[in-house]
């Protein structure tokens, strides 16, 4: 009896569906601006790189994760031949110092990053409420970055930008821009004798996590080809990641300018 429970058990769990990659809820103050956005902002392309046959032998031979995206499109660029006489043939090729592998440890979101614009109304004069919309005010870039300096910053950019987009879903990009005139329909009431104050600000993830370094080697053994990474080292690293096209907004109804 206890045999056959444990059975139906693995076969339960084995037959669950997994749990998708998680994707971040955005509140109701965030609102996509991608439509009427009047600057165009490129998309961030960056798929994950297939390696090909002798990239995947190699790296399955590796004595360390390896998922750096440059590291990989190297490898795929290489060829190493073959040879009946190779009996006895023995080589190393050193390939540098690489950023091998980004390992996140926290990934959490600020939806209020960067202030962008102020739209503003004075109604201290008036009888019957107004309306107050979103207009940009000015062309403005957000930028992110990493939190501190590290060697191979773009490669280790590449590694965390594509773990946060997954961790996400959420259009990231370490630049972004909001053009000037970008508007939204959506209003506000700012109510007699009161001052309406409409801010928009432009949100971004915050990653965390660590970074794995070390020398590689590709060693070759007769007809074996294999990496070997030495001297592995680690280094914490964060860093902010602007969210394309989508803006925070908060509305002050105010008594005094502010």
Do not use: H
Not at 58 to 71: D, M, Y
Not at 127 to 143: F, G, H, N
Not at 144 to 169: F, Q, R, Y
């Amino acid at each position: 009896m206890k045999r056959w429970f444990a059975l139906s058990m693995i076969l339960i769990f084995a037959c669950m569906p997994t749990i998708s990659e998680a994707t971040v809820k955005l509140p109701s103050s965030v609102i996509d601006i991608s439509k009427e956005n009047t600057y165009p902002n490129p998309t961030q392309n960056l798929p994950y790189l297939q390696p090909s046959e002798l990239a995947k032998q190699l790296l399955q031979s590796a004595n360390v994760k390896i998922e750096n995206p440059e590291l990989i499109r190297l490898l795929n660029e290489s060829s190493i031949s073959s040879t009946p006489f190779a009996i006895g043939y023995e080589a190393t090729i050193y390939l540098g110092q690489w950023p091998l592998n980004y390992e996140s440890i926290e990934t959490s979101t600020n939806w209020e990053y960067q202030k962008v614009n102020t739209n503003f109304i004075d109604n201290r004069g008036g009888k019957t409420a107004v309306r107050l919309t979103y207009r940009q005010e000015i062309q403005k870039q957000v930028r992110g970055g990493l939190t501190a300096s590290i060697p191979n910053e773009e490669d280790v950019k590449k590694m965390m930008l594509l773990t946060a987009m997954k961790k996400t879903n959420l259009p990231l990009s370490f630049s972004t821009w909001i053009g000037i005139g970008t508007k939204k329909e959506q209003a506000y009431n700012v109510p007699p004798k009161k001052l309406g104050y409409l801010y928009a600000y432009a949100p971004a993830v915050n990653e965390k996590g660590k970074v794995t370094y070390g020398e590689v080697y590709i060693v070759l053994k007769g007809k074996k080809k294999s990496i070997v990474v030495k001297n592995v080292t680690s280094q914490g690293i964060g860093a902010w990641i602007p969210v394309q096209d989508r803006l925070s907004f908060a509305f002050v109804a105010s008594d005094v300018p502010r």
